[in-house]
């Protein structure tokens, strides 16, 4: 192919973007977003590989991605729990992240 | 017959947590104590019939994979499910006094406990690459609530960030099997070496993103910064629980992919790379348990120096490597989970765990302290002890393969064991108290300080039984090395 694929460079720039952030970013809410939007650059890799597969889609990547999707929420979820929780009780502390 | 006990090894702990979860208020108490009983004797069951038979597989429902789920119990997974048996029996029985059993709060941790060894157990039998992503993601959200039961004021920023880096590495390791897919069109572990082999630079990012995913949720150094919180601020049974079986499963798939899938791609300069990790998690966790003032962070930071060894078996990848790293993977699990048991006593009788103000507790608390001191012997890989065989395979691999300077990172490793673990005793033995010393607690009963003691007295068992426990094991898997 000539030119690339525009989904291919989606997924590629939400994995940078993802992986840049859980890098960079101190904040718990905006490192819990970050590792988000990496996971949906998996996701979307994994739809590309779907449709790239030989015969057309392949329906077991897209399986994959909506386990991964239950997933992604159930750990989001409790991530913010433990957020909420970790910033009510860093109000009176340092605030900032150890290391 | 035989053919269904991986799915009871997988579905009575799970299934007996979600009953407990169920439950909720209407606690009964009899339950943990019968689902523990009989996951300890599926497990058992299970190792019986690989050790008699051969392997078993499995297919979930009668479906064939792709679609289907298979559960594939060999050498290397049921010598794990048995750990985990003991391991988890033992720290089962501990906290049977520690949690209880009768009240919605117990009810949290039997619900979390019976998930998690269920989901291990799920691990450990995957035979495709998206299960053990499914079972990595279920290890760790059962594991992380259990950090929380210490009392969210105190773990709560460790388990935030215990979760960060989990899901962060499972992802990765998600990246790499959306790519092996696309290269191989199967997820089968027996199936995608070869495509992975002949994929080219895709074949080699799927593998480097596999493997830096595993080695976030390894605890691996340089990621290991979500550890020592984690582990050393949990209750004793989850700590003993998380640093002897739950990372201990991520370094087993780092095992089995390597012998398996990525064994074509294993070249000799990564194999040099993933050693010199594991000889760096060796000597900066060592050095760091040996500066901690906390007698649980001491034992969080031996983690991860323990776990370096095993990643010790990448640059040899020879049959007693093999052996040397999956046997201080046993090892460590039984005198890790003793010492974590032995330091949670502690913690209960003065209320603190300053590894300085532990005089004079050799009368009160001399069970514990006996069940550290001997799981020390292991740690430290002093004979006779399962640490000792693990070692001296390791060692004999090195100076087989030629590659000395391993050696050098075996031997210094011991002594640094020895220096942390010497400290403590020192402490708690040699030092008369000025005066007695002031507790909080009471001293912790037998039936808290008789499983650490047990599994200790088994670390220097496995110095007895290698070659049962070998055998079971199998030789390198072909087309390594």
Not at chain 2, 190 to 200: E, S
Not at chain 2, 388 to 415: D, N, P, Y
Request: proline share 6%; with cysteine; hydrophobic share 60%.
């Amino acid at each position: 192919m000539t030119l690339p694929d525009p989904f291919a460079l989606a997924a590629a720039a939400l994995l940078a973007l993802g992986f840049y952030g859980f890098v960079v970013q101190r904040h718990p809410l905006r490192r819990l977003l970050a590792i988000n939007v990496f996971g949906n650059g998996v996701f979307m890799t994994l739809i590309l590989v779907a449709r790239w597969m030989p015969g057309g889609p392949d329906p077991i990547p897209h399986a994959m991605v909506l386990t991964g999707i239950v997933i992604a929420v159930s750990a989001t979820a409790m991530g913010l729990a433990l957020v909420r929780r970790d910033l009510r009780q860093g109000d009176g502390k340092d605030g900032g992240d150890r290391d | 017959m035989t053919e269904w006990v991986p799915v009871l090894v997988v579905f009575v702990p799970f299934l007996a947590g979600v009953v407990q979860f169920m439950a909720g208020r209407r606690v009964i108490a009899w339950w943990p104590v019968l689902a523990s009983v009989a996951t300890v004797a599926v497990s058992l069951w299970l190792t019986f019939a690989v050790a008699a038979g051969g392997g078993i597989e499995h297919f979930m429902g009668g479906w064939q994979p792709p679609l289907g789920i298979a559960l594939r119990a060999d050498g290397l997974a049921t010598v794990m499910i048995l750990l985990t048996a003991v391991v988890g029996g033992l720290v089962s029985v501990y906290a049977l006094e520690a949690h209880g059993t009768g009240d919605p709060r117990a009810s949290h941790f039997w619900a979390l406990w019976l998930m998690l060894w269920g989901s291990l157990n799920a691990l450990f039998l995957s035979a495709d690459l998206f299960n053990i992503y499914v079972t990595l993601e279920l290890v760790t959200l059962a594991a992380i609530p259990l950090v929380l039961l210490a009392g969210p004021e105190k773990t709560v920023t460790a388990a935030l960030r215990y979760l960060q880096f989990a899901l962060f590495g499972s992802l990765l390791y998600l990246a790499g099997v959306a790519l092996t897919y696309g290269l191989a069109g199967s997820l089968d572990l027996a199936l995608v070496g070869p495509a992975l082999t002949d994929g080219g630079i895709t074949g080699a990012v799927a593998a480097t993103c596999m493997v830096v995913g595993l080695l976030v949720k390894a605890a691996v150094f340089p990621f290991h910064v979500w550890l020592p919180a984690a582990h050393g601020g949990a209750p004793a049974a989850v700590s003993a629980i998380l640093s002897a079986l739950v990372v201990k499963a991520a370094v087993y798939l780092l095992l089995r992919l390597w012998t398996g899938p990525l064994a074509g791609l294993a070249d000799g300069l990564v194999a040099q790379l993933m050693g010199a990790l594991g000889a760096a998690a060796i000597l900066y966790g060592s050095i760091q348990a040996f500066r901690q003032e906390r007698l649980k962070l001491v034992v969080a930071y031996s983690t991860v120096a323990q776990l370096g060894y095993m990643l010790l078996f990448f640059p040899m990848a020879v049959a007693q490597a093999w052996e040397g790293a999956v046997y201080h993977g046993l090892s460590h699990g039984v005198a890790k989970a003793a010492l974590f048991l032995a330091a949670g006593n502690v913690l209960v009788y003065l209320g603190h765990d300053r590894v300085r103000d532990l005089k004079g507790l050799d009368r009160s608390l001399s069970v514990s302290l006996l069940a550290f001191g001997i799981a020390g012997v292991s740690i430290m890989g002093l004979p006779p002890s399962g640490g000792f065989i693990a070692k001296w395979l390791l060692l004999r691999a090195s100076l087989e393969t030629g590659q000395w300077w391993w050696a050098v990172v075996l031997i210094s490793g011991g002594l640094l064991a020895a220096a942390y673990i010497f400290r403590v005793l020192r402490y708690a033995f040699l030092q008369a108290p000025d005066r007695p010393p002031a507790t909080t607690g009471p001293i912790p009963p037998p039936i808290m300080a008789l499983p650490a003691t047990l599994l200790a007295l088994l670390a220097i068992a496995l110095g007895f039984t290698a070659a049962p426990l070998l055998a079971l094991l199998g030789g390198l898997p072909e087309g390594t090395g």
